[in-house]
């Protein structure tokens, strides 16, 4: 089994609709994180959380919303989807040595019409 | 401002020769480097990392070279096989800034020529 799995693989969506993306993982890992991939570019932090009560923005949170809602369990929210958030969603983890490296599920395809 | 720079968005190399994938950075409070290997429909997987007090770190077929006063790093894969063709992001941290996260060059598509 995966140990970091994500919810949806693949989505399509219109514009205005509210939509969650999920992340699991199995490896007991303090620290979770989203980025976002846009083709020919490379991963972009959304937010991150070093735990359960901590979460931070990276350097794109505008337009998106986070909860942890354990250490295990890591989502993502775009309240209003919009055309330009199309794009390959990444969730990873990592230990809390910042000399570590993280871990990515397989990724979520969204596509916003 | 891009931080972390892969210049070339492609690299083709022949089986058996060696592959050099380059990345320059511009933060000098960059003091991790790592690279991470990708393909398609699959997440990004960490291949090999150096800490910015050494200037080599080896791995099997996989060697990272790291010059601190040009802010450069490299990749160098010997002998390079088919199963090796992929993206290859480099990524940076800063390990006491206050974002925990990676800061990610563009990619560089590696294609292995049989």
């Known amino acids: 089994d995966a140990d970091v799995t994500q919810t949806p693989r693949n989505r399509i969506t219109k514009t205005g609709k509210r939509i969650m993306l999920e992340c699991s993982q199995t490896?007991?890992?303090?620290?979770m994180y989203w980025y976002r991939q846009d083709p020919g570019l490379g991963l972009q932090l959304i937010y991150y959380?070093?735990?359960?009560?901590?979460?931070n923005k990276g350097e794109i949170s505008d337009g998106y919303s986070v909860s942890r809602q354990a250490q295990a369990k890591f989502s993502l929210s775009l309240e209003s989807a919009i055309p330009n958030q199309t794009a390959l969603y990444f969730c990873?983890?990592?230990?809390?040595?910042?000399?570590?490296?993280?871990?990515f599920g397989p990724g979520t395809r969204l596509t916003v019409l | 401002d891009q931080q972390v720079k892969q210049n070339s968005p492609s690299l083709s190399v022949q089986e058996g020769r060696i592959s050099i994938l380059n990345c320059d950075y511009t933060?000098?409070?960059?003091?991790?480097f790592l690279w991470y290997k990708k393909y398609p429909a699959e997440g990004p997987t960490f291949l090999i990392s150096?800490?910015?007090?050494?200037d080599k770190n080896e791995d099997g077929r996989f060697t990272v070279f790291l010059n601190k006063s040009a802010k450069h790093l490299s990749l160098h894969i010997v002998p390079s096989q088919p199963g090796d063709s992929a993206v290859y992001f480099c990524?940076?941290?800063?390990?006491?800034?206050?974002?925990?996260?990676?800061?990610f060059g563009k990619g560089t598509h590696l294609i292995i020529q049989p």
């Open positions: 959380s070093f735990d359960v009560k901590d979460i």
């Open positions: 933060n000098s409070m960059f003091d991790y």
């Open positions: 990873a983890t990592s230990s809390s040595d910042p000399y570590n490296e993280q871990f």
């Open positions: 490896k007991g890992h303090d620290r």
């Open positions: 990524a940076a941290l800063n390990s006491g800034g206050g974002a925990d996260g990676l800061t």
């Open positions: 150096i800490s910015s007090i050494k």
